[in-house]
């Protein structure tokens, strides 16, 4: 077993180690199931077999609730309370620390993700089988939530690198995805055209839509991979950094 | 097995360390000792390769810290101050994620947890949360992931503060156990721990060196030795010429004529009797000559005690020096070259201070701070 996977399981236990974890989780759930059958008419009101809404609102369930207190431990933490030396002094290489820490929180953040496949499940197969479902934009709609989620928790891992303390950095991630969420509905009241084509660029939820109808574009992959890589390279020198301050 | 050298260490404009070097051999249990804010902490990260030297290098297990991070992480077992660890884990899953890190198989692992559990005294808490244990058993928690693989070569950053002192007396039990067989570097502020459990010292002070050796020789290296002798003051020896038992004033100056008396200074005491501390040089012992002058006067010896000067004084007196040293100095001087002349002139300056300090401190009581310190304020001020 590497040593990253030996970090990711030990992160990806130790959330189920706290009360906070659990409650965040049920909230979240249940905010998912308001959200999908009362939200803007929910549902019914759609009158099409279709799991748009989960794609729409999840993101920001996670964005606004889940990723900024999974993440905000993660090395903020660590570095308050020293166990970050203890971690580090074993024999491990920074980027396994960075990646372990990563591969366990966003498994926690697709284990998430996975639970809402129940809704799917009991509405389109058993017990209540609804009819028909179009499983293409199910499909491309994990898909996004999938990269979508690794981008998220590659920021906030960033943050809790940078912060001093986890409260720090759940509101900073707070804030960022916050924004990154929202900035795309300011994009319309845009005056010029290349700053809306800009704005829409960096917007989760512009980048969100088209999985969610069943398209996939490389330019979406390519974005999202791209934050999740740039953020824990720049997570890693962040943590090289201690060597040298 | 530890080599460090020429190491310096820079945070901005304070120098952390400037140019350590030493080297600690197979076997050896050597205490690193200074006051807070020497530099022991970040030699010892330094050491461990969780941060970089600013210059000069080190080697541990003929492994470069720079160049071999690994390798000599995994001949290390290290301690970091406090014991830092993972709360919400329970001591077994956490010491078996030590072990998992460290690639141990579980059957290595769960061999080598029979006799760590016996030496660190951790029977009864390997299901306990670490977070609901005592201070003390997590310093037990701490050294025993330090045990875990075996090391050859264990770093201990502190590994009794913050305990009470039955604790303390049980770590260092374990220390004297789990150093028989290997080389520990153990960083403390606390004297005593040092003479229980090591034979070396390595004292640093304003991240330099300032002794290194065997701990009689640290200890030797003040070069003066004390006698306490106490005489009767209301009675004198019964059949001698004496006729009225002597005023403190003449024990006094009899005492100092005595050969390679350097200071004589009286000790409070009751009305019974007069008390002094004499000063005498190392190799010497002038027991009887003080016997001999008792007799001769026909007083009575009350008392009469020969004592080597404790670690304590040395490291008070070494360490004590330099922080006055550094008063109302630049920190850091930037130009390498420039600073090393003015180190040397310094150097010379310290050796006179040392010299007139001496003096002085032979007059005092080496015990009280306080007045030490007035003095020395004094001095600058006439300076």
Redesign the interface.
């Known amino acids: 077993?590497g040593?990253t996977f030996?970090?990711a399981k030990?992160e990806f236990r130790?959330n189920f180690?706290?009360t906070l974890a659990y409650v965040v989780i049920c909230l979240g759930l249940i905010l998912l199931g308001f959200v999908f059958f009362e939200f803007g008419g929910g549902f019914w009101q759609q009158d099409r077999a279709s799991l748009v809404q989960i794609f729409a609102q999840a993101p920001r369930g996670l964005s606004f609730l889940i990723i900024p207190v999974v993440t905000m431990r993660l090395l903020a933490e660590e570095k308050r309370?020293?166990?970050l030396?203890?971690l580090?002094?074993?024999?491990?290489?920074d980027h396994e620390v960075i990646l372990g820490k990563f591969l366990g929180a966003w498994g926690l953040v697709l284990l998430l993700v996975a639970s809402t496949l129940l809704y799917p499940m009991l509405m389109f197969w058993r017990p209540w089988d609804l009819g028909p479902l179009d499983m293409g934009p199910v499909y491309s709609g994990y898909l996004g939530l999938l990269l979508y989620s690794a981008a998220a928790v590659s920021i906030g891992l960033l943050i809790s690198a940078l912060a001093e303390s986890q409260t720090v950095a759940f509101f900073i991630t707070f804030v960022v995805l916050f924004a990154l969420h929202m900035v795309g509905s300011v994009a319309d009241k845009m005056p010029t055209p290349w700053l809306r084509e800009a704005i829409s660029f960096i917007s989760f939820d512009t980048r969100l839509v088209p999985f969610a109808k069943g398209m996939i574009n490389t330019r979406d992959i390519v974005y999202f991979a791209s934050i999740a890589v740039g953020c824990l390279m720049a997570a890693f020198r962040a943590l090289e950094r201690?060597?040298?301050? | 097995m530890i080599e460090a050298n020429g190491l310096t260490k820079r945070?901005g404009a304070f120098r952390a360390l400037d140019k350590v070097s030493f080297e600690v051999h197979r076997g050896e249990v050597v205490g690193f000792l200074g006051p807070n804010g020497a530099g022991k902490s970040t030699t010892m990260?330094i050491l461990?390769?969780?941060?970089?030297a600013t210059g000069g290098t080190a080697r541990v297990h003929g492994y470069d810290v720079f160049d071999d991070p690994?390798e000599v992480?995994?001949k290390?077992g290290?301690l970091?101050?406090?014991a830092?660890?993972?709360?919400?884990?329970n001591v077994w899953e956490y010491l078996s994620?030590?072990a998992?890190?460290?690639?141990l198989e579980t059957s290595t692992f769960k061999k080598r947890m029979k006799n760590i559990v016996e030496v660190c005294g951790l029977a009864t808490s390997l299901g306990k949360d670490i977070r609901d244990l005592s201070h003390g058993y997590r310093q037990r928690v701490g050294l025993a992931?330090a045990l875990v693989h075996d090391p050859p070569i264990l770093i201990l950053d502190e590994p009794t503060s913050d305990l009470d002192p039955n604790e303390k007396a049980e770590v260092i039990k374990y220390i004297q156990e789990i150093g028989k067989e290997r080389t520990i570097l153990l960083s403390t502020h606390n004297l005593s721990e040092v003479e229980q459990a090591c034979a070396r010292a390595i004292i640093v002070s304003k991240g330099r060196i300032v002794a290194d050796g065997p701990l009689e020789e640290i200890r030797a290296k003040s070069g003066r030795v004390r006698y306490v002798v106490q005489v009767h003051e209301k009675r004198v020896f019964e059949g001698s010429p004496a006729k009225k038992a002597p005023s403190a004033e003449e024990v006094q100056a009899a005492l100092e004529k005595l050969p390679g008396v350097t200071s004589v200074v009286e000790l409070p005491t009751d009305d019974r009797a007069h008390s002094f501390q004499l000063a005498g040089a190392q190799d010497g012992d002038i027991r009887a000559e003080i016997f001999q002058l008792m007799v001769s006067k026909g007083w009575l010896l009350l008392e009469m005690r020969r004592e080597a000067q404790k670690l304590e004084d040395v490291f008070k007196a070494l360490t004590k020096n330099d922080e006055r040293r550094d008063r109302g100095r630049p920190i850091v001087e930037d130009d390498e070259d420039e600073a090393e002349a003015a180190g040397a002139e310094e150097d010379e300056d310290e050796d006179e201070d040392e010299s007139a300090e001496d003096e002085s401190d032979e007059d005092a009581s080496d015990e009280d701070e306080d007045e030490d310190e007035s003095d020395e304020d004094d001095k600058k001020k006439k300076g």
């Not at chain 1, 580090?88 to 290489?93: A, G, N, R, S």
């Not at chain 1, 201690?242 to 301050?245: G, I, L, Q, T």
């Open positions: 077993m040593t030996i970090i030990r130790s180690d706290s309370s020293g166990t030396e203890m580090i002094t074993l024999p491990v290489k201690r060597k040298w301050a | 945070y990260r461990t390769c969780f941060i970089s690994l992480r995994k290390i290290y970091p101050q406090r830092p660890l993972y709360g919400e884990m994620f030590v998992d890190m460290r690639g992931q």
